[in-house]
Every structure is written in structure tokens, then in C-alpha cells.
């Protein structure tokens, strides 16, 4: 396998009008007629034509309705003898493949005795012969023929336009997709399943028929997905004046797929997980997630569908775009200014646990990259959650009436078209001509080209006499892989300044006539630069990057005092939330600086745990919002501030912290657990949920304490909930209280639950999560997953079951995974090859979990390497694991 360059890039030598696929569906051995009519791209020199294609059996090839030489070249098939000049011509090739074999999920697959196809980014491939890139774009016509009693459901991408019987109990439907599209919007679905439906009228007055497509007993469980959906329609219409523009909309679900949801034209195909809910099935994180991905892969019939990629390298073309489009559509559906708030700082928990170490380890990639091996590597946190913070930067820069110019320019320039990042920038730049982004485009852009996680350094100094406040702002970023120096970045830095009373001062730089607003944004471009604050009565404490404004690491020598007036009174929720997770962190440092492991007195300073005492009884803020601020940041983003990382300590020291907190604020947690325990009946909206989630964390701390000491309180009160609760979200956290505090009630509450929703398989991927990720007391951990793969329920191949037991253990339990005798690096390196056999996608996100070994103190370093070096020596690695652990190992 060779790496692909996006330099290399090239038209393609053929276009593509037309698509009339005629499909024989049958598991072992499915026929696929493929009639294309093509052109030569007249702007390329004459060349051979090279289609893709794998794991084909290729029966036959008619090239304007007779047979035709051709030969094979590495998977491709390759045509030399076509008729010249710029007429059409038709090309018709029949092939057959094995649905029932598909275990990758990419292609054509079966899944519960229903088909399904997952297209991108290079599953058409699987299907026919083709020109299997996002530039080609064509029209689809699709005969659907199968057996009628087993595949009663016959769907593909846009309007049926005809169905009937044939002989021997098969029955067929024709669909035409009315928009041009390229081959991994493609879709189609047979099977027994029925729908929830809906119509509706959009702003036109166009009617749309939307359905919700799942298996028979699950209907039940649509109406929150369907509800998602309609917002989603009016969202776009609304905020961005983007219509539907089908007839009919469509969802599937399918417990068999490898990522969380696909936007084929249409014909929309999801996982299971974000579709079904139900509120005694589905916790009010499932209710959030599904709305989210309802949206964000609706929003895609437009940014990615309507205007798609011209290469794989513009991924976060769509991708960004989208999960900004699906970020701002879940705020303006929370409603509430904390609420938006609790929704940034979820997202950002997120870019920094999961995309700085990306961004810090060998797998370090531009959001642009450069060139890839395999594709499928490159759904990443850096293509996706970076790529939204930098559409979010041009947002801020533009402002959000610039922004929807923005947009409306992309779409009148590009509608039809694979375009690139640049042409979505420069439009952005070009209908907002005085911006900050217009004035500076060219180097904003190397937020598509330089990797790395940008730090900002901010000092401040004040004096009394001039009543002047100096703030330098220096920025610097780490080199990449293949990328040593860095040029400087476009930052945008929001920000306020507190008087020692907490109180917000009015910004006036030095030349401006008098003082504005408490926050703006200023805009760092620099290596270096000052800016003076003049008429500023007191030393103030800088409230910088508020909303968390860029993505990078701001270092400021704050004093805990800063941090603390900081967590009491800044108006931006998020630097609130910020002071507070500083202070623990910083807490959390000093622990892991000190050469003793025992600490000499309490961990967190009593001032620290008055304050967080302050938020939690706070009658005025959001519940969800203290739950956050009360969380103690996460191993995983402890680990990031440490070059050398010791897993075992940190994991001791944060449950020492959790303890502490637990334990200290006893009384606190009680009256929370009281005040919040009742949330009436249930309704997933984000005040109720956040409500839900504090008696959770407050349930959970009370346990913990409890356990500590033996008293039998408060396990016994959550073993109760777990058995009386009305809804998921409080059965499960009563349910996790019991399991992470070690009582001896959590065995028989786990049974219950596993008899109580035996065969709801979202519900049993909770059950053995939680168990995977459990603590490990005394090494129990990886026994207990090992037992947990010999349960009746579990199956690798099942791609929510592996990620439920095999990824919970290896990326959400370090204290378990991170043993000194390196036998979970071992169960990682058996658990990777099992799985590439079976599903190459899947196993290269495992194949992720040791990405930062090399920061790892030993003896985990030594394992962790020896692990992923048996990994790599194995044979017959495909494509996808290979890249991984190639770029591991440096
Ligand atoms: N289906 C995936 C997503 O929506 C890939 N496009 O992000
Ligand atoms: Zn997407």
C-alpha cells in the first residue's frame, strides 16, 4: 500500500452522466448490472479508462452493447479500447459480489437478515466497477429485485418511481435520484422493516414526506429521532434559508455499522444507537446524541451532498462545516444562554481529551492533510472537531450575519460542485470583503495546512500610575510529523478583564476615544504582540479565549486567587467553568511534581473545595452547568500537561480527588441529591437533563464516600433508585453509582438489569460497557472483560458490542488497561488482529488506543511498544491497521 498525495491531484479522465444499476439481491450471491453512459473529459489528455473495484467477480463487459477487451491492474479494471472523440458512450458491466461474506460493513452487507450499503468513503467499490471518487458525480436510477416474503422493503436514494410483482414470489421497485451525486451517496436497503411517517410542509409550501425506517418492535422508539428530524428541516431552513429540496426523506437503522451515521442522498443510513430512544431504554445523553446526529448527518444534504468534496483530502470540507452546523443547530435547540454554554463545554471537552493528544501524537495530521494510505484513517477528531473550531473561528471573525453571507455565496458559487476548503474560505472571505478574515485569508488558511495545537502565552502588567494594562500575547505550536516550523496562526481571542471585585471593566485600547464594550474579540497574528488597556482604575485578572474562541493552549500565570475570583463571578460561563477545571488541575500537578506519593494533607486546598462547595449550593446556575464544574478533569487531559506520563498515579490521584470532593462536600452532595432527585415525567430538554445528571453525580459521590467507609446508607438508597427509577438515565446512574464505588449490591442490580433488558441490544451495550470500564480493584479488570467476551452476548463482529467491552476497557478504564505486567497492551495487540480479520475499519480505531505510548514512563513503555511491534510483525495487516501502527512506531 502507497501513500496518496493531494499534490498528485488530477481530474478525472472520464466523466460520468448517467448510473442504471439493476440488483438480483440475494445474500450468498448478489448480481449487480451496472449501464453507466460516459464521455471523455475533454480537458484531460486521452488516456485508458481505470475503474475501481474489489472483491468483485466481474462476469462480463459491453462497451456500447458489445464485448470489449479489457484487462485487470491491482483491483482496477482497465478499458484501452474505447471509442474516441467526445460522443458518449455506454458501458455496461455485470458483476456479482457476496453480501452474506461482508464482515467489513463497507460495500454491500447483510445485517440481521436485512441489506444494507455503507458507500463511503470507497465502499461503491464493493459493489461495481467505477470511477469511486467524490468528483465524479452522476445520475442514479436504481431496479431493486428481491425475494418479497424476506425483503419486503425495497429502498434506494431518492423518489420510487415504480414497484410490482415478478415470478416466483419476487417483487421489484424502481427509485430515481433526481440530483447528480457522487458514488459514496449512494444507498440502498431491503428488508423486513416498517415506518414511522410523517408529512410536513416547508416554508415554500413544497410537501415532503419523511419516514423513520426499523425493525417491527422498535417503532416505538422512533418518535424522538422523527421530532429531530423535523427540527432539523426547520433549523436549516430557518438559520441558513436551506430547504429540503425531496420529496422524501428517509432513515434507517441498522445495528450492524461501523461508524455513527451516513448522509446518502435521501436515503440516510444509521446505527441503531442514533435512532432508538426511548425513555426507559435510552439515557438522556443517547436523546442528546441522537438529535445531534439526526442533524448533523441532515445537514449534510447540503454541506456535503449539494456542494461535495473534490478529493478526500477536503474532507473536513463537509465534515467541519457540518459538525459546526450540528453544534450550533443543538444550541439554538437548548435555548438558554447556560445552556448553550453546558453545550460549548461538552464540545470542548471533547477537542481537548480526544483531538490535542491527536493533535500532540504520531498521528498528527493537518486538518488538510497531505496525504493519507487509507481513507478510512482519516475520519479523525482533527478532520472533524478541529475542522468545526476553525469554521467556528471564520464565524467569529465574520460574525454571524457574515457568516450566512458566507454560506449564501458558497452555495451560489458552488451548488453542483467537489469543491475544496479553499473555495469555501475564499467565499466566506469574499462576501465579508472588511473582515479580519478577509484582510488576513492567506494565513488563516494554515489552520488547513499546519498540524499541531497552537499555545498561546498571555502576560499581563499593570501600572497604577498610567492606569494602564499591558497584555502581551505570544503564540507558538510544536512541530508535527513531517511538519518542524510553523508559521504563525490567525487567532481569535476573546476576551474581558475583572476588577479585584470580580466586577467587568470597560475595554478602551490606547487611540481608541472611550471605552466600549466588557468583551471583545482581538485578533493575535503574530509571534508576539501588546496591547494597552488604558483607564483601567485596578489591576485586573484577564478573562482571555472566553467561549473558548480558538483552538489552542492558553498559559497564563494566574494565581489561585485569579482562578478563584475567576470561578465566582466571570460572566463568560465557559472561563467559569475554565478557572475552576485550572484549579484542579493545577492541584492535580503539584501532586504528580512532588516526589512522594503520598500526599501530606488534603489534595485539593481548602479554598478550592469552598468555592466548588459555593457553585454546587449556587441557587441561581444550571445544574448541568455545576455538574461539569464539579467533575475533576479526566486522566486522559491530566496526562496531556505530562511529558512523562506514570498512568497508575494519575488514576490514583484523581480518585483520591474524587474522594476528597466526595467526602468533603457530604452534606452538599445530599441536599443536591434531594433538591434534583424528581425531575416529573421524563422529557429529555437540557434543564431536566441537567437536573437528572447532578442527582447522578451527587448519587454517585455519596457512594463513594460511603463505600469508603463502610456505611451501608447510601448504597442500600441507590440500589432502590436503580430498581424504582421511571427512566434510563436515573436507573443507569444508580446502576454506575453502585458499580464504581465497588459495593457488594452491584452484582445482583447488574443482573437484574441484564434480565430486565435481555435483548434490547443498545441497552445490553450499556451493561457491558459499564462492566469493561469498571474499576479495577486488584487487577480484576481485564479477568472480568475476558469473562465479559465468553458471555452468550457478546460478539466481536458486532461493531457497538466490540466497541461496548473491547474499546471501553482498552480507552475508558487507564486504570485498568495500563497494567504494570503489560498484559492489557497484550489483550489490545490479540484484540486489534481479531478484529482486522474481520473488520479493518473497526480494528484501526483500535489500533488508536496506544497512540501516546511514547510519552509513557516505564515499565508501560517498554509493553506498550512491545504490543504494538507484534501488531505490526503480524502478517497480512490490511491497509488500514498498518498505517496506524506504522505511524506509531514512528
Ligand atoms: N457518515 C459520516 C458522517 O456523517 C461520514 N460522512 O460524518
Ligand atoms: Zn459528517
Not at 442514479?140 to 415470478?167: F, H, I, M, T, W
Not at 447540503?302 to 470540507?317: A, E
Not at 498540524?451 to 502588567?461: I, N, Q
Request: contains cysteine.
Amino acid at each position: 500500500a502507497t501513500a496518496i498525495h493531494r499534490q498528485d491531484y488530477a481530474p478525472p479522465a472520464y466523466w460520468i452522466d448517467t448510473v442504471e444499476l439493476t440488483f438480483d439481491l440475494d445474500p450468498a450471491k448478489t448480481r449487480v448490472l451496472n449501464k453507466m453512459r460516459l464521455r471523455r473529459n475533454p480537458q484531460v489528455p486521452a488516456q485508458a479508462l481505470r475503474l475501481d473495484g474489489e472483491e468483485l467477480n466481474l462476469a462480463r463487459v459491453l462497451v456500447n452493447g458489445a464485448g470489449t477487451s479489457f484487462k485487470m491492474d491491482g483491483g482496477q479494471l482497465v478499458l484501452e479500447n474505447l471509442p474516441e472523440g467526445d460522443e458518449p458512450f455506454e458501458l455496461e458491466i455485470f458483476t456479482t459480489c457476496a453480501p452474506d461474506k461482508n464482515t467489513q460493513l463497507s460495500g454491500l452487507y447483510v445485517s440481521e437478515g436485512t441489506f444494507f450499503t455503507q458507500c463511503e468513503a470507497q465502499g461503491f467499490r464493493r459493489i461495481t466497477y467505477f470511477l469511486d471518487r467524490p468528483d465524479v458525480m452522476a445520475t442514479y436510477s436504481v431496479l431493486l429485485r428481491a425475494d418479497k416474503a424476506a425483503y419486503p422493503v425495497l429502498l434506494s436514494n431518492g423518489n420510487l418511481v415504480e414497484s410490482g410483482e415478478l415470478e416466483d414470489g419476487r417483487h421489484f421497485a424502481r427509485w430515481h435520484d433526481p440530483h447528480r451525486k457522487p458514488s459514496y451517496l449512494f444507498a440502498l436497503v431491503a428488508g423486513k422493516l416498517v415506518a414511522r411517517e410523517q408529512k410536513i410542509k416547508s416554508r415554500s409550501g413544497a410537501e415532503h414526506l419523511l419516514q423513520v425506517w426499523v425493525r417491527a418492535g422498535d417503532l416505538h422508539k422512533t418518535e424522538h429521532a422523527m421530532n429531530s428530524l423535523m427540527a432539523s428541516i426547520a433549523w436549516d431552513e430557518a438559520r441558513f434559508g436551506l430547504p429540503l429540496d425531496l420529496e422524501r426523506f428517509m432513515i434507517v437503522a441498522t445495528s450492524d455499522f461501523n461508524m455513527g451515521a451516513m448522509e446518502n442522498k435521501g436515503l440516510n443510513i444509521f446505527n441503531t444507537k442514533y435512532v432508538l430512544a426511548s425513555p426507559a431504554t435510552a439515557t438522556d445523553t443517547d436523546f442528546a446524541h441522537i438529535e445531534s446526529v439526526v442533524g448533523h448527518e441532515y445537514f449534510h444534504n447540503w454541506t456535503g451532498n449539494r456542494v461535495t468534496c473534490r478529493d478526500w483530502f477536503q474532507l473536513s470540507l463537509k465534515e467541519g462545516l457540518t459538525v459546526f452546523r450540528d453544534q450550533e443547530f443543538s444550541m439554538d435547540m437548548a435555548g438558554s444562554p447556560s445552556a448553550r454554554a453546558v453545550k460549548r463545554i461538552e464540545d470542548v471537552r471533547v477537542l481537548r481529551t480526544v483531538q490535542f493528544p491527536e493533535d500532540a501524537g504520531p498521528q498528527a495530521h493537518p486538518v488538510r492533510p497531505d496525504s493519507y494510505v487509507e481513507i478510512n484513517n482519516f475520519y479523525t477528531v482533527t478532520i472533524y472537531e478541529k475542522g468545526a473550531e476553525v469554521v467556528r473561528m471564520q464565524h467569529n471573525l465574520v460574525g454571524r450575519e457574515g457568516f450566512a453571507r458566507g454560506m449564501k455565496l458558497y452555495f451560489e458559487r458552488h451548488d453542483g460542485q467537489a469543491v475544496t476548503c479553499d473555495d469555501f474560505a475564499q467565499a466566506m472571505a469574499d462576501a465579508n470583503p472588511d473582515s479580519e478574515l478577509a484582510r488576513r485569508l492567506d494565513q488563516f488558511k494554515r489552520w488547513y495546512s499546519q498540524a499541531g495545537t497552537p499555545r498561546v502565552r498571555a502576560e499581563g502588567s499593570y501600572d497604577a500610575q498610567s492606569q494602564i494594562y499591558t497584555l502581551t500575547l505570544s503564540q507558538s505550536c510544536a512541530p508535527t510529523p513531517g511538519q518542524p516550523d510553523k508559521q504563525p496562526f490567525v487567532i481569535p481571542v476573546a476576551l474581558g478583564l475583572l476588577a479585584p471585585d470580580g466586577r467587568a471593566l470597560p475595554l478602551q485600547l490606547e487611540g481608541e476615544p472611550e471605552a466600549g464594550a466588557t468583551e471583545r474579540t482581538v485578533v493575535l497574528a503574530e509571534a508576539r504582540q501588546s496591547l494597552r488597556f488604558v483607564n483601567v482604575p485596578e489591576p485586573p485578572v484577564p478573562s482571555l479565549l472566553r467561549g473558548f474562541s480558538a483552538p489552542v493552549l492558553l498559559e497564563c500565570d494566574y494565581s489561585d486567587e485569579d482562578l478563584l475570583l475567576m470561578l465566582a463571578h466571570d460572566g463568560d460561563a465557559f472561563n467559569r467553568w475554565e478557572a475552576g477545571q485550572r484549579l484542579m488541575l493545577r492541584a492535580a500537578l503539584r501532586q504528580l511534581g512532588a516526589d512522594d506519593s503520598k500526599p501530606a494533607g488534603p489534595l485539593l486546598p481548602p479554598a478550592l473545595v469552598e468555592a466548588l462547595r459555593a457553585v454546587l449550593n449556587h441557587p441561581q446556575l444550571d445544574p448541568a452547568f455545576k455538574d461539569l464544574v464539579l467533575t475533576v478533569p479526566s486522566e486522559t487531559y491530566i496526562a496531556e500537561q505530562l511529558d512523562e506520563v506514570d498512568p497508575q498515579r494519575i488514576h490514583a490521584l484523581r480518585e483520591a480527588m474524587r474522594l476528597e470532593l466526595a467526602t468533603a462536600l457530604r452534606g452538599d452532595w445530599a441536599a443536591a441529591w434531594e433538591a434534583h432527585r424528581d425531575t416529573g415525567a421524563y422529557r429529555p430538554d437540557p434543564l431536566s437533563a441537567g437536573r437528572r445528571a447532578l442527582a447522578g453525580t451527587a448519587l454517585a459521590m455519596l457512594c463513594l464516600a460511603a463505600c469508603q467507609e463502610g456505611d451501608p446508607v447510601w448504597p442500600g438508597k441507590a440500589y432502590q433508585r436503580f430498581k424504582d427509577a421511571g427512566n434510563m438515565t436515573d436507573r443507569f446512574n444508580a446502576l454506575s453509582a453502585l458499580v464504581v464505588c465497588g459495593h457488594e449490591l452491584a452484582q445482583p442490580a447488574l443482573e437484574r438489569f441484564h434480565a430486565l433488558f435481555r435483548g434490547d441490544a443498545l441497552v445490553i451495550d450499556k451493561w457491558f460497557a459499564l462492566q469493561a470500564s469498571a474499576p479495577d480493584r486488584g487487577g480484576r479488570a481485564l479477568p472480568a472483560v475476558r469473562q465479559l467476551m465468553q458471555h452468550p452476548d457478546f460478539q466481536l463482529r458486532n461493531p457497538n458490542r466490540a466497541r461496548s467491552v473491547v474499546f471501553s476497557y482498552c480507552n475508558a478504564n487507564p486504570g485498568g488497561f495500563h497494567r504494570a505486567d503489560g498484559a492489557g497492551y497484550a489483550f489490545w495487540a490479540e484484540q486489534v488482529l481479531a478484529l482486522d480479520a474481520l473488520n479493518p475499519q473497526v480494528a484501526a480505531r483500535l489500533a488508536r488506543s496506544l497512540d501516546r505510548w511514547a510519552r509513557l514512563a516505564e515499565p508501560y513503555r517498554a509493553a506498550a511498544r512491545a504490543a504494538i511491534e507484534r501488531v505490526a510483525g503480524h502478517d497480512g495487516l490490511s491497509n488500514d491497521v498498518r498505517e496506524v501502527v506504522t505511524r506509531a512506531l514512528g
